[in-house]
């Protein structure tokens, strides 16, 4: 009643959130953490919570967004803008962030009006997506699905990003290999129309061993702790073998038998009943000749006697994770109740019945009687808290490899397209500044001002891939990007750069470079002579990034554009 009668408080407004010190200060911060956790050799964060629970250690941006959380709306605004773009791509994620938040902190370091910075930024926005959408755009490599060579190049830049893997070179191609290899199985070869149904890659995580025990199996693996009842399995000769699904639950009892009124008449034993109801069906799939008898939840153990006493390989617990890709696996139709026939369609055929063996997991292995687009990776790792980042990392290697299928085409990582596009930005718009003044309806001086905040952001996420005190530098040709550690004399530079970050670029004597962020002439990017014999080591998914590109402007533009923030304190 208290509760009720008590006065409402009234909500806080807050005036140009942006010119809020305390605002101000926790965007910094957030900025701070995302940018020491870029890149292959960002630092890890240690997640957890103030009443204990899983310590979760990663640089992953989805975990990172997920655990961060904040009182102020404004801030929420930005982490939630950013975290869409992450549950949808799957990548980028802290690229999208630091860009976001780079071009926030230089608009307002610029003095100029919200509004005008909100237009450069468009305009700017759309020249840099036209660009990276052109046929000869520097920074954009074509993917061909004829060789693999590109795609594991993707998924080990995409892989080795992730320092909390805690991977040496050799396991990180090695686990590169199979996830290309896991993306291929789950592409179906003869797809009939125009509308391709992709499969699906199921991870089983084994810990103690050694990445390098890692496979890749086409198939389906199901964890079968009974090894015992599994004898019988080299008897079972006939190809194919049929099967049968049950999503109802067989444990037998009460509970289980669905919503609604039960009537029990008295002097009627329910459990004799319900278990003669199971028995009859396990004579139904035995005179239908069923070899392989599965259930997503329990079976009552006389039900699995008597299968098994009839050389029928019984699952139980299959979970429901695993329905989907048996359906699609076997042609199988899950059966929902006990209390009819089987109908004959839902029956489904698997090819071959196999026992492997990973660690402690005893799985059987299910292979498809036909063309199927179902895999299992078996992931190993040395102990819980580097498997549990593995397994995410290489789930959203799985989805950056299904995008190329969409757009088969990759950027250049090691921070190479940001640098080349500040560049051809400068560039660009230094030719059209009259043209653009006029169209956005501001001054020059503003707009040069504007160009500058937006290209240094840029750059800002290339510098962010150094943690160790080096120097970044951009070379004055092909404007890409350079690190140079901070043990190294400048007069020794140019025998200790190597190649730039993409990898594309070889450090030759006559070269010149520049430090970030430091002015520099005016350049147009040479184009690069594409020479199959040098290739690029990193690559980024081009559908992702620029996807993390216009999220990062436009969750910018709007925060720029907020005025008040009405929070209700109820």
Same mark, same amino acid.
């Given at each position: 009643?208290?509760?009720?009668?008590?006065?409402?408080?009234?909500?806080?407004?807050?005036?140009?959130?942006?010119?809020?010190?305390?605002?101000?200060?926790?965007?910094?911060?957030?900025?701070? @953490?995302?940018?020491?956790?870029?890149?292959?050799?960002?630092?890890?964060?240690?997640?957890?919570?103030?009443?204990?629970?899983? $310590? $979760?250690?990663?640089?992953?941006?989805?975990?990172?967004?997920?655990?961060? %959380? %904040?009182?102020?709306?404004?801030?929420?605004?930005?982490?939630?803008?950013?975290?869409?773009?992450? %549950?949808?791509?799957?990548?980028?994620?802290?690229?999208?962030?630091?860009?976001? +938040?780079?071009?926030?902190?230089?608009?307002?370091?610029?003095?100029?009006?919200?509004?005008?910075?909100?237009?450069?930024?468009?305009?700017?926005?759309?020249?840099?997506?036209?660009?990276?959408?052109?046929?000869?755009?520097?920074?954009?490599?074509?993917?061909?699905? &004829?060789?693999?060579?590109?795609?594991?190049?993707?998924?080990?830049?995409?892989?080795?990003?992730?320092?909390?893997?805690?991977?040496?070179?050799?396991?990180?191609?090695?686990?590169?290999?199979?996830? !290309?290899?896991?993306?291929? +199985? =789950?592409?179906? &070869?003869?797809?009939?129309? =125009?509308?391709?149904? +992709?499969?699906?890659?199921?991870? $089983?995580?084994?810990?103690?061993?050694? !990445?390098?025990?890692?496979?890749?199996?086409?198939?389906?693996?199901?964890?079968?702790?009974? $090894?015992?009842?599994?004898?019988?399995?080299?008897?079972?000769?006939?190809?194919? @073998?049929?099967?049968?699904?049950?999503?109802?639950?067989?444990?037998?009892?009460?509970?289980?038998? *669905?919503?609604?009124?039960?009537?029990?008449?008295?002097?009627?034993?329910?459990?004799?009943?319900?278990?003669?109801?199971? @028995?009859?069906?396990?004579?139904?799939?035995?005179?239908?000749? !069923?070899?392989?008898?599965?259930?997503?939840?329990?079976?009552?153990? /006389?039900?699995?006697?008597?299968?098994?006493?009839?050389?029928?390989?019984?699952?139980?617990?299959?979970?429901?994770?695993?329905?989907?890709?048996?359906?699609?696996?076997?042609?199988?139709?899950?059966?929902?109740?006990?209390?009819?026939?089987?109908?004959?369609?839902?029956?489904?055929?698997?090819?071959?019945?196999?026992?492997?063996?990973?660690?402690?997991?005893?799985?059987?292995?299910?292979?498809? #009687?036909?063309?199927?687009?179902?895999?299992?990776?078996?992931?190993?790792?040395?102990?819980?808290?580097?498997?549990?980042?593995?397994? !995410? /990392? &290489?789930?959203?290697?799985?989805?950056?490899?299904?995008?190329?299928?969409?757009? #088969?085409?990759?950027?250049?990582?090691?921070?190479?397209?940001?640098?080349?596009?500040?560049?051809?930005?400068?560039?660009? =718009?230094?030719?059209?500044? =009259?043209?653009?003044?006029?169209?956005?309806?501001?001054?020059?001086?503003?707009?040069?001002? *504007?160009?500058?905040?937006?290209?240094?952001?840029?750059?800002?996420?290339?510098?962010?891939?150094?943690?160790?005190? *080096?120097?970044?530098?951009?070379?004055?040709?092909?404007?890409?990007?350079?690190?140079?550690?901070?043990?190294?004399?400048?007069?020794?530079?140019?025998?200790?750069?190597?190649?730039? *970050? &993409?990898?594309?670029?070889?450090?030759?004597?006559?070269?010149?470079?520049?430090?970030?962020?430091?002015?520099?002439?005016?350049?147009?990017?040479?184009? +690069?002579?594409?020479?199959?014999?040098?290739?690029?080591?990193? @690559?980024?998914?081009?559908?992702?990034?620029?996807?993390?590109?216009?999220?990062?402007?436009?969750?910018?533009?709007?925060?720029?554009?907020?005025?008040?923030?009405?929070?209700?304190?109820?």
């Amino acid at each position: 009643m208290m509760s009720r009668l008590a006065k409402k408080s009234p909500s806080l407004c807050t005036d140009q959130p942006l010119d809020n010190t305390d605002i101000c200060n926790k965007l910094y911060l957030l900025r701070q @953490l995302l940018t020491s956790c870029f890149g292959p050799r960002g630092r890890l964060k240690q997640v957890h919570n103030n009443i204990g629970g899983r $310590v $979760v250690t990663t640089s992953t941006s989805s975990v990172l967004l997920s655990a961060v %959380s %904040s009182s102020h709306p404004f801030i929420n605004l930005i982490k939630t803008s950013i975290f869409n773009h992450v %549950s949808r791509f799957s990548d980028c994620g802290l690229f999208a962030a630091i860009l976001c +938040l780079s071009i926030i902190e230089r608009a307002k370091q610029s003095g100029l009006r919200g509004s005008v910075v909100i237009k450069v930024n468009k305009h700017l926005l759309d020249l840099c997506t036209s660009y990276l959408r052109q046929e000869d755009c520097g920074v954009r490599v074509k993917l061909d699905f &004829c060789s693999s060579q590109n795609l594991i190049k993707l998924a080990r830049s995409s892989i080795s990003s992730k320092p909390a893997c805690v991977l040496t070179e050799k396991e990180t191609l090695h686990i590169s290999r199979l996830a !290309v290899q896991a993306f291929l +199985l =789950t592409v179906p &070869c003869n797809s009939p129309g =125009t509308t391709v149904t +992709l499969g699906k890659t199921v991870i $089983v995580s084994v810990e103690g061993h050694s !990445v390098l025990s890692s496979s890749v199996f086409p198939g389906l693996l199901v964890d079968t702790p009974d $090894v015992f009842h599994l004898n019988n399995i080299e008897c079972l000769h006939s190809d194919p @073998l049929r099967m049968v699904l049950f999503s109802a639950s067989l444990a037998g009892d009460l509970s289980e038998l *669905g919503d609604g009124r039960i009537e029990v008449h008295p002097g009627v034993d329910t459990d004799s009943q319900i278990l003669d109801q199971l @028995l009859e069906l396990g004579k139904q799939v035995v005179k239908d000749e !069923v070899k392989l008898f599965v259930c997503q939840k329990v079976i009552h153990p /006389v039900l699995q006697q008597y299968l098994r006493s009839r050389g029928i390989i019984v699952i139980e617990r299959l979970g429901i994770t695993l329905m989907e890709p048996l359906t699609q696996l076997t042609g199988a139709q899950p059966v929902a109740t006990l209390h009819t026939a089987i109908p004959p369609q839902a029956y489904g055929e698997v090819r071959d019945l196999t026992i492997r063996q990973f660690g402690s997991k005893t799985m059987l292995h299910l292979q498809p #009687p036909g063309e199927s687009a179902i895999c299992t990776m078996i992931l190993c790792h040395r102990n819980e808290t580097m498997l549990s980042e593995l397994k !995410v /990392v &290489c789930q959203k290697t799985e989805h950056v490899l299904r995008l190329t299928l969409r757009e #088969p085409s990759a950027l250049l990582g090691g921070g190479c397209t940001e640098t080349h596009l500040a560049a051809y930005i400068r560039h660009k =718009t230094m030719k059209e500044v =009259t043209e653009a003044v006029s169209a956005l309806g501001c001054s020059q001086t503003d707009y040069l001002l *504007g160009i500058e905040g937006f290209c240094r952001s840029l750059e800002s996420v290339a510098t962010a891939l150094e943690h160790d005190g *080096g120097n970044s530098l951009i070379d004055l040709t092909h404007a890409h990007h350079w690190t140079h550690p901070a043990d190294v004399m400048k007069e020794h530079m140019e025998h200790n750069l190597g190649p730039c *970050g &993409c990898g594309l670029v070889e450090s030759i004597p006559d070269k010149k470079w520049t430090y970030l962020p430091t002015n520099y002439t005016q350049l147009s990017p040479a184009p +690069l002579a594409r020479d199959t014999a040098v290739q690029p080591h990193v @690559l980024d998914s081009f559908t992702a990034k620029v996807n993390a590109l216009q999220v990062a402007v436009e969750t910018a533009n709007l925060a720029l554009d907020v005025q008040y923030v009405i929070q209700d304190m109820n």
